[in-house]
């Protein structure tokens, strides 16, 4: 199927499903596992089914008019396909559960994307089992009591909860001629973390917090390599670097028990809200990345010091709940 053929097709059934959306209410929400009942499925005929009948109207037509058993018959076999479809269509949602969704913390600006986890109990394969909220749709095959991932993507413009988009399960098994959908609406959010500030300073490391020039003390180790800057001890610089690549490098060093940063919001002046929150996720990235420990200090909330995954998330939670 080509992309214009695609599209063609997400429209027609998107102007069928604003149209239930409308005038059929909003579907309750969901508590998870949920198990999809036939009363919840949606179905109509695709433009393929569409296609389908038209012809076998006419093959009846022509049957008829010039009293051609063969024809007659062929029509009726096909009849009999046609009417059984809707019936497999609609078997193949129906006893489904959902398990689970879950989206991991993107930044602000990225593409969400929320999983969601569904079982066939039956002994019989689903397959063409699609997900999508707007735009992007996912496929699975769900094995017999088996379990399939499906991913549902939202844009996530800004930092805070973004809640789940309403979405849909649909199928269109086995011939295409009908497509059966349920709504899904369980209750899932993804945490969004403050936009990355793009060329934010160096991070305020030691007693030249705020400047970015670390100090080096007996009890440092090697953490890598930067730009050289003017003032840079020639000691400091990576000889053998800048004679293999010609450019001019600086080694770093870090001591894990005296670099102790303080990322204080407070601090940061002459900023926006918005804009101290983006420095600070950056530089709590940054910290991570080197391994330091670091302490968030915002108004009225102190977290760390320390450093690991878990405070790194602590911290960006705490700048994406922050008041706006």
């Known amino acids: 199927m080509s992309a214009a053929d695609s599209k063609r097709r997400r429209d027609f059934f998107d102007v069928v499903y604003r149209f239930m959306q409308k005038f059929g209410g909003r579907p309750a929400e969901q508590k998870l596992p949920w198990e999809i009942n036939r009363r919840q499925i949606y179905i109509v005929p695709t433009r393929f089914g569409l296609f389908f009948g038209l012809v076998l109207l006419v093959l009846l037509l022509g049957a008829l008019n010039y009293n ?17 479809t809707p019936l497999y269509t609609v078997r193949n949602l129906s006893g489904m559960e959902v398990l689970k969704v879950h989206a991991a913390p ?15 109990p039956s002994s019989t394969p689903r397959p063409m089992i699609w997900a999508r909220a707007d735009e992007e749709a996912t496929f699975n095959q769900v094995a017999p009591q088996g379990r399939a991932d499906l991913g549902i993507t939202a844009p996530a413009p800004e930092r805070g909860w973004l809640d789940m988009p309403r979405s849909r399960l649909y199928t269109t098994f086995p011939v295409g001629l009908f497509y059966a959908w349920t709504y899904l609406n369980p ?6 973390y403050p936009a990355l500030e793009v060329d934010a300073p160096e991070l305020p490391l030691g007693s030249n917090r705020g400047t970015g020039q670390p100090e080096r003390s007996g009890d440092e180790e090697w953490s890598g390599l ?28 870090s001591d894990h028990r005296s670099e102790q940063l303080h990322l204080d919001f407070n601090e940061l002046h002459g900023l926006s ?10 530089w709590i990235v940054v910290a991570e990345a080197q391994q330091l420990a670091y302490e968030l200090i915002l108004p009225g909330q102190r977290l760390g010091p320390d450093r690991g995954a878990s405070h790194r998330h602590q911290c960006l939670r705490a700048l994406a709940e922050y008041p706006a």
Do not use: H
């Open 226 to 253: 930067r730009d050289y800057q003017a003032g840079d001890p020639s000691r400091s610089i990576a000889w053998k670097v800048v004679a293999r690549s010609n450019q001019m490098v600086t080694k770093t060093f």
């Open 68 to 84: 051609n058993n063969m024809a007659l018959l062929f029509t009726f076999l096909l009849s009999a396909l046609g009417l059984l």
């Open 187 to 192: 209750r899932a959010r993804c945490l969004v």
């Open 106 to 120: 993107v930044f602000a600006g990225e593409t969400a994307e929320f999983v969601v986890t569904v079982m066939n």
């Open 273 to 282: 809200t918005e804009q101290r929150l983006s420095r600070l996720a950056r």
